[in-house]
């Protein structure tokens, strides 16, 4: 075991060979911390969204469980073919020494086999589950089925300490602009995402689902919309249904980043003028009274965006070094760092400045 102060020491060296997301590293720590100082049975809840990387996570995890002297398994819901939660818990009492011996349990495959039945008997039957011993049942399920279980089961998140983390990995879109608020590309056929859209306006016509749950339906939907290219209603949801949930929770977060999304449609739509004054007059002030400093960063890089896309290269270049780059240099950012010098060299390659334009390409970029 190791002490509270080598904890820190530990954390980077069971991830050292791991390439977080500049996001991901506070949440695998809150992770880490979650399964070293957490109760004897722990439910985890993780979002991913790559195969690829879960594996790298599950890797991690591991050797963090390691250094606590906690056995790992692995276990797949669909290869398995259990036919239901029952199964599926008979299945952990059979691991050999699971009652006495702390182990660790990766569930894969959720994603496929939570539907509404397993999802009501599996928060039934939560109480068995903790029963079975110290189990750390780390439960990996993509966005939707999480969205899901939220909806069916609200109460299992205020169960026995349970917890959700996500590491849902940015995509190409996201990565190449440092931006909190960005909506990763729908990779979904066109006949899923359409199933989608008709599932989430069923559950929304449910009047019986509360704001804190209708809010996260309506932010799927509206992305979804514009994923297919539906500006004008997912700019209608954004306005008249989501903005006015958070009105209404006083969630003035949540009710700046949705400003922000109608910002990005409204960017789209060639009206730079709002877009503009909505990031100068609803986001940035919520984001420096509550001290965000990385969001104000973000926006203060999408003011950036409207004004050379404008023409207005020197205030965006101002913005870009004296705004944006300090911010992620002092939080060590250094994806966001190398994406800001990017869009600095973009600036200087359309003022003429070449040879500069090239060296930030070659010597920060790289």
């Known amino acids: 075991m190791v002490s509270g102060s080598d904890f820190a020491f530990d954390h980077r060296r069971v991830t050292g060979a791991l390439a977080l997301e500049p996001a991901h590293f506070s949440e695998f720590q809150r992770l880490a911390k979650t399964v070293r100082f957490g109760p004897g049975f722990q439910f985890l809840i993780l979002e991913f969204n790559d195969v690829a990387y879960r594996t790298q996570l599950v890797a991690a995890i591991d050797d963090l469980l390691r250094v606590e002297a906690v ?6 819901l669909m290869e398995r073919g259990f036919a239901d939660v029952a199964d599926f818990e008979t299945a952990i009492r059979l691991i050999p020494s699971v009652a006495n011996t702390a182990t660790a349990l990766h569930v894969f495959g ?10 009501e008997a599996f928060n039934i039957r939560r109480e068995a589950f903790s029963q079975l011993g110290p189990i750390k049942m780390l439960l990996w399920l993509t966005i939707d089925v999480v969205a899901k279980i939220a909806k069916r089961a609200p109460d299992l ?7 959700v ?28 995402r359409g199933r989608r859209i008709a599932e989430l306006r069923a559950d929304l016509r449910d009047g019986a689902v509360v704001d804190d749950l209708r809010a996260p339906l309506l932010d799927e939907l509206a992305g979804l919309l514009e994923s297919l290219g539906d500006l004008d209603e997912a700019l209608r949801i954004r306005k008249e ?56 960063a973000v926006t203060m890089g999408k003011i950036a965006d409207i004004l050379q896309a404008r023409g207005d290269l020197d205030e965006a270049l101002r913005i870009r070094k004296e705004e944006e780059l300090p ?20 600036i200087l390659k359309a003022r003429g400045d070449l040879d500069e334009a090239l060296r930030i390409r070659k010597e920060e970029e790289l």
């Open 327 to 346: 911010v992620y240099e002092k939080l060590g950012d250094v994806r966001s760092r190398a994406v800001t010098m990017g869009k600095i060299a973009d």
């Open 110 to 119: 959720g994603e496929a086999w939570f539907d509404e039945a397993r999802i």
């Open 165 to 192: 983390f996500s590491f849902v990995r940015a995509t190409r879109l996201e990565a190449s602009m440092p931006s909190s608020g960005m909506r990763a590309i729908d990779t979904r056929a066109l006949a899923e």
């Open 241 to 296: 249904e989501q903005l006015p949930v958070y009105e209404k929770l006083g969630d003035v977060r949540s009710r700046a980043v949705t400003m922000g999304q109608i910002a990005d449609i409204l960017e789209a739509r060639g009206d730079l003028d709002e877009a503009l004054r909505i990031r100068k007059e609803e986001q940035l002030p919520v984001y420096e009274k509550l001290g965000d400093v990385r969001s104000r």
């Open 157 to 163: 998140w205020a169960w026995r300490g349970s917890v």
């Open 71 to 76: 056995a790992s398994q692995k276990i797949d």
